[in-house]
């Protein structure tokens, strides 16, 4: 089982940025994809981004592509969630997930973080 803690979360005005952080510890962390998910206040939870294990491939949600970055340290045990140009829309309750897996239509995780807010005020 791994264990992930996110920071980095806050308020911040649109067009903006902020950096989300997570560690990860209780498995090699080198092993298996990290990724995101975000849950705004009366939406279902939905995937931001996912890296590979090795970092060499990422993934991103339509909505979130060409204005953030996802990347990770593997000497640190930590991914990062770099996010610019960031909307009103953009608000929600970011989750950090280790062990990402791909069912040929979507990607879940067993290990969450507890989150962390971020809100941008238009």
């Known amino acids: 089982q791994v264990q992930v803690v996110e920071s980095g979360g806050g308020l911040v005005q649109a067009g903006g940025s902020l950096r989300l952080s997570c560690a990860a510890s209780?498995?090699?962390?080198?092993?298996?994809?990290m990724g995101w998910f975000r849950q705004a206040p009366g939406k279902e939870r939905e995937f931001v981004a996912v890296?590979?294990?090795?970092?060499?491939?990422?993934y991103y949600a339509d909505s979130v592509k060409g204005r953030f970055t996802i990347s990770r340290d593997n000497a640190k045990n930590t991914v990062y969630l770099q996010m610019n140009s960031l909307k009103p829309e953009d608000t929600a309750v970011y989750y950090c997930?280790?062990?990402?897996?791909?069912?040929?239509?979507?990607?879940?995780?067993?290990?969450w973080g507890q989150g962390t807010q971020v809100t941008v005020s238009s």
């Open positions: 209780g498995r090699t962390f080198s092993s298996y994809a």
């Open positions: 890296i590979t294990w090795s970092g060499r491939r990422t």
């Open positions: 997930a280790a062990d990402l897996q791909h069912d040929g239509s979507s990607w879940y995780s067993g290990s």
